[in-house]
């Protein structure tokens, strides 16, 4: 080859293996389970589901973007932990299939969508034997779960229970060390104790980030009804529509007032169902059921580590307390001490007295007084110190 060829090829390799470094996996899943898994880059996603980088930049693992649940025109962003899918109203795409805690999310899901599946196809074909049955658009009615919504469900259930499993967890090792530690306090129990807790704070942080967005979908209409993909495929392709009219059909009273009423009944079923989020509340409302009494067990948790926390300074104060009176008991037979050690050493003196010869019996009266006086001082501090509530009964 020439110099131009192999300068050719050199760019080639140079760009496959750019695309390759920045290439990530996905398995695609369908409304009939079937799963492909992909090796493509950001732009290859981009193209298919129609979404801007800045959505896609939320489900990158290394940004570690916090939980999320995004409605945009035609795909559902989901960040859950590590659940990073994107759906649409058809299919499912779904981040790093290899991952250990993904694995068994893309297994439940081929289960769930292809059980049901036969169901709606069978509907499908009812409705094309009974051409007098309208579809679900103009009547309002949903004969079926929206893929959406199933594939919503799944991961929603995957994710509450996956929470609820590290809480149960949590709570196995936590109540247990913490009763160890009430009965002994010790530096290897307090640092059991204070990793629990830092794991528990963590914990609760993201169980509050997915609650928090799943109340946040079920105060706001507009947001629920940004997630109803399917219906917004049919408004969008609906035949319903003024521009659909012949032209010769509006310059005939009679018929352009019969159009202009059934395109008025039209708008005002669609405006009806768009507005209609009863099915997607109810689902949202089960797991936010859910992950609010995760929540629970954690606050509860929590209380105990700070009931626990409380019974240890109690006792710590209790310590404290009782080495403060043994102080004070020292401290009061140190000063009595010391002023039988001062009678002593002025005896001990080396000054001559007139009565200390043949006085030898002074010595025994002078101990004794010395010692009487000396525990009358010291009863007298003790009895003080309890009648002003120094020192305990």
Not at 146 to 174: G, H
Not at 200 to 217: G, I, P, S, Y
Not at 278 to 303: H, W
């Amino acid at each position: 080859m020439n110099r131009d060829g192999l300068v050719v090829t050199a760019v080639d390799q140079s760009s496959l293996k750019k695309k390759t470094a920045v290439s990530s996996s996905w398995i695609l899943l369908d409304r009939e389970g079937q799963s492909t898994t992909l090796e493509v880059d950001k732009h290859v996603i981009m193209r298919r589901v129609q979404i801007h980088a800045r959505d896609l930049r939320i489900l990158d693992p290394m940004l570690n973007y916090p939980s999320t649940i995004l409605g945009r025109e035609k795909v559902i962003v989901l960040n859950l932990e590590h659940i990073k899918a994107i759906i649409t109203a058809d299919e499912v795409l779904l981040r790093d299939p290899m991952d250990d805690n993904v694995i068994p999310i893309v297994e439940q899901l081929q289960r769930r969508l292809a059980s049901d599946y036969p169901i709606s196809q069978g509907q499908g074909e009812e409705e094309d034997n009974h051409p007098g049955v309208r579809n679900n658009f103009e009547t309002g009615e949903q004969n079926e779960f929206p893929f959406e919504f199933r594939a919503l469900e799944v991961f929603l259930e995957a994710i509450c229970s996956f929470l609820d499993a590290r809480t149960r967890e949590l709570e196995t090792d936590a109540y247990p060390a913490l009763d160890e530690l009430t009965s002994k306090i010790s530096s290897r129990n307090l640092d059991r104790v204070r990793k629990l807790k830092s794991a528990m704070t963590r914990l609760t942080n993201r169980v509050q980030k997915v609650r928090d967005d799943l109340e946040q979908l079920l105060d706001d209409d507009d947001d629920m009804a940004d997630l109803y993909l399917s219906r917004k495929l049919a408004v969008a392709s609906s035949p319903v529509s003024g521009s659909g009219a012949p032209h010769w059909f509006l310059n005939s009273p009679t018929i352009g007032s019969k159009i202009s009423r059934t395109i008025s009944r039209g708008s005002m079923e669609t405006t009806q169902e768009e507005n209609d989020v009863e099915e997607l509340e109810m689902l949202l409302e089960a797991y936010f059921m859910q992950i609010d009494g995760t929540l629970n067990k954690l606050s509860t948790l929590r209380e105990y580590i700070d009931d626990t926390e409380d019974y240890i300074n109690i006792q710590l104060d209790n310590h404290r307390n009782q080495l403060i009176q043994l102080e004070l008991f020292l401290c009061s037979g140190t000063v009595c001490l010391s002023v039988y050690s001062l009678v002593a050493a002025i005896f001990g003196m080396n000054i001559p007295y007139t009565w200390k010869t043949g006085h030898g019996y002074v010595f025994k009266w002078v101990v004794i007084i010395t010692g009487i006086v000396c525990a009358l001082l010291f009863s007298i501090i003790i009895f003080y110190a309890r009648h002003k509530g120094l020192v305990g009964s």
